[in-house]
C-alpha cells in the first residue's frame, strides 16, 4: 500500500482543516487506517485511527470532539477532519495503514503501522 497525504496548510486558531490521504492497492479495504502527527522535537504521536469498514474508530484524548477520521473504501482515502484547531496541533500529519486483523483493538503506536505516508505540514497561528 502506498500512502499520499495532502490538505495541510496555514490555518488561524479556532479554524478548521481537512486532510486526505489517497491510498493505492486493490485491498485497501482490508486495512486500518490511522493518522499521526509529529511536531519539532517531539516524537510521532496518533491522533485518529478507523477500521476497514468504518464501523470503528479511536481518538486520542487531545483531538476527541474535535477531530473526526473518515474513509472512502470506493475511492482508497481516508480523511481527517480538524476543527477548532489549536496552536498545540500544528505539526507534520502523517496516514498510515496496517493490515487488519478482526477482533484485535485499533493500533494506536508507530510500530504497529507497516506503511506510511510522506506527511502533510499543519500550522496553526494563535
Known amino acids: 500500500v502506498q500512502l499520499q497525504a495532502s490538505g495541510g496548510g496555514l490555518v488561524q486558531a479556532g479554524g478548521s482543516l481537512r486532510l486526505s490521504c489517497a491510498a493505492s492497492g486493490r485491498t485497501f479495504s482490508s486495512y486500518a487506517l490511522g493518522w499521526f502527527r509529529q511536531a519539532p522535537g517531539k516524537e510521532r504521536e496518533f491522533v485518529a485511527a478507523i477500521s476497514p469498514s468504518g464501523g470503528n474508530t479511536y481518538y486520542a484524548d487531545s483531538v476527541k470532539g474535535r477531530f473526526t477520521i473518515s474513509r472512502n473504501n470506493a475511492k482508497s482515502t481516508v480523511d481527517l477532519q480538524m476543527n477548532n484547531l489549536k496552536p498545540e496541533d500544528a505539526a507534520v500529519y502523517y496516514c498510515?495503514?496496517?493490515?487488519?486483523?478482526?477482533?484485535?483493538?485499533?493500533?494506536?503506536?508507530?510500530?504497529?503501522?507497516?506503511?506510511w505516508g510522506q506527511g502533510t505540514q499543519v500550522t496553526v497561528s494563535s
Open positions: 498510515a495503514a496496517y493490515r487488519w486483523r478482526v477482533g484485535v483493538p485499533l493500533a494506536t503506536k508507530v510500530g504497529e503501522y507497516d506503511y
